[in-house]
């Protein structure tokens, strides 16, 4: 499962960086970069833990996710059970949920409004956005040889969109990563 392998390299990459903060912490020459390094180890948690708190005494509720929650997030906002996401994770969009707060730290963040986005996209629908999305590289795959600027000509261009689909195993690929968003 693609998502699996992401959150075990996540997890693995955060263990390997906490490790090597110990260790510059244990080395007066390297404290300082130790402290930064786990400082941003341990922030998210703590913003966490604070925004919990404010909505808890704001008296709205919230639903807390140990591992993984975009699908479940996606599920509840379509459902119109959820008001509002507050997330890092841009996948939310691409899912197609309608109203998530980005980069949130306690004063300010970026709202994004679904039905405003889709007045303004350049996609003939949003099957060929989330297409865009995923050729342009998400958790689950990376596309060799594209970048924003290429998925955009393409994904704008119904034949041209087809005609790259077709070129080696994209149409597999592309097929099985947009069924994870569905």
């Not at 693995?12 to 244990?26: I, P, Q, Y």
């Not at 966490?48 to 708190?53: I, P, R, S, T, V």
């Not at 008296?59 to 997330?87: H, P, Q, W």
């Amino acid at each position: 499962d693609f998502k699996m392998k992401e959150h075990e390299h996540r997890r693995e990459k955060n263990e390997f960086l906490e490790k090597t903060a110990r260790k510059l912490l244990k080395d007066p020459r390297t404290e300082i970069d130790g402290r930064k390094l786990l400082v941003k180890l341990i922030e998210v948690d703590e913003l966490a833990k604070d925004l919990k708190e404010i909505i808890t005494n704001m008296g709205c509720l919230f639903v807390d996710s140990e591992y993984e929650s975009d699908r479940k997030l996606a599920d509840m906002s379509l459902n119109g059970e959820i008001d509002l996401i507050l997330t890092e994770d841009t996948d939310l969009i691409v899912y197609g949920c309608s109203n998530i707060l980005f980069r949130f730290n306690g004063r300010k963040g970026m709202m994004y409004d679904k039905s405003k986005f889709e007045n303004m996209m350049p996609f003939k629908s949003w099957d060929m956005f989330q297409k865009f999305c995923v050729m342009c590289g998400c958790d689950y795959i990376k596309f060799k040889g594209i970048a924003y600027g290429k998925a955009l000509k393409i994904c704008k261009d119904e034949n041209l969109f087809n005609k790259w689909e077709q070129e080696g195993t994209n149409k597999n690929d592309l097929e099985n990563i947009i069924k994870l968003f569905r």
